[in-house]
């Protein structure tokens, strides 16, 4: 039955029951969805070529990326229809875990690499550590680094300072016109503070650092799965 499953239907048939669950979670569906869906396409990153996409490590991610690069449906979900496609508050409470910019042509982007915070990271504190098993690491079909990552891009037509906020956890944003110049571009401000809620009525106190990016010629939010998302394997051909 899991050699019919359509790409965007397997979060439904993982939820069935216990033995889909499992059945999601092996290297042989993985591998077996690839085949089925595999198309030679220009942009297709050389790491998610069949010839490399051998490894069970993080199979299960590598399999969705090259997805979004080769299947219809979900080529067509991530093409942009707006020039700001989702508002940047989406990541409010979210932690910045890296910022760097590049300089593109005239344009300067900067990326800020937001994960969403581990509410249940307490529950496990009592529990007994063990080290890790090699082999079952090398098998983890699940694996994937970026699960929880988003990343702020915003091109910006001139160079911003940007104080350091690795740590801090989104607070705010405000994204209103620019004046410069003449109100054809955008200004963003974020907050960034500690993260921490002293009340319920309490936010955490005041904001820590302020980033103004100003003027914003165009915001994305990019989900790890993206083409678009840099990571270890495709920064080079992005920045390039």
């Given at each position: 039955m899991s050699d019919y499953i359509r790409p965007e239907d397997v979060g439904i048939f993982a939820g069935i029951c216990k033995t889909s669950f499992e059945v999601v979670c092996t290297a042989r569906f993985w591998f077996g969805?690839?085949?089925?869906?595999?198309?030679?396409?220009?942009?297709?990153?050389?790491?998610?070529?069949?010839?490399?996409?051998?490894r069970k490590y993080g199979l299960r991610a590598n399999v969705i990326r090259a997805l979004f690069h080769m299947y219809k449906p979900f080529i067509e979900r991530i093409k942009p229809?707006?020039?700001?496609?989702?508002?940047?508050?989406?990541?409010?409470?979210?932690?910045?875990?890296?910022?760097?910019?590049?300089?593109?042509?005239?344009?300067?982007?900067?990326?800020?690499?937001?994960k969403q915070k581990n509410l249940n990271l307490l529950s496990h504190s009592n529990d007994k550590f063990e080290g890790p098993d090699l082999l079952s690491i090398l098998d983890d079909v699940s694996a994937n680094p970026e699960e929880h990552c988003r990343i702020l891009e915003v091109t910006c037509a001139h160079f911003n300072h940007v104080p350091p906020v690795i740590g801090l956890t989104l607070t705010s944003v405000s994204l209103t016109l620019s004046s410069i110049p003449n109100f054809r571009y955008h200004r963003l401000q974020l907050g960034f503070g500690s993260g921490i809620i002293l009340s319920s009525t309490c936010k955490g106190g005041a904001d820590i650092a302020t980033v103004i990016l100003d003027p914003v010629i165009n915001i994305r939010v990019l989900d790890w799965w993206h083409p678009l998302y840099p990571y270890y394997h495709n920064m080079k051909e992005l920045i390039g």
């Open positions: 969805l690839y085949r089925r869906y595999y198309k030679s396409v220009a942009n297709m990153p050389e790491h998610l070529q069949p010839e490399c996409l051998i229809v707006t020039t700001f496609e989702e508002h940047p508050d989406s990541l409010i409470k979210h932690n910045c875990h890296l910022l760097w910019y590049i300089k593109k042509n005239r344009n300067f982007i900067f990326y800020f690499k937001m």
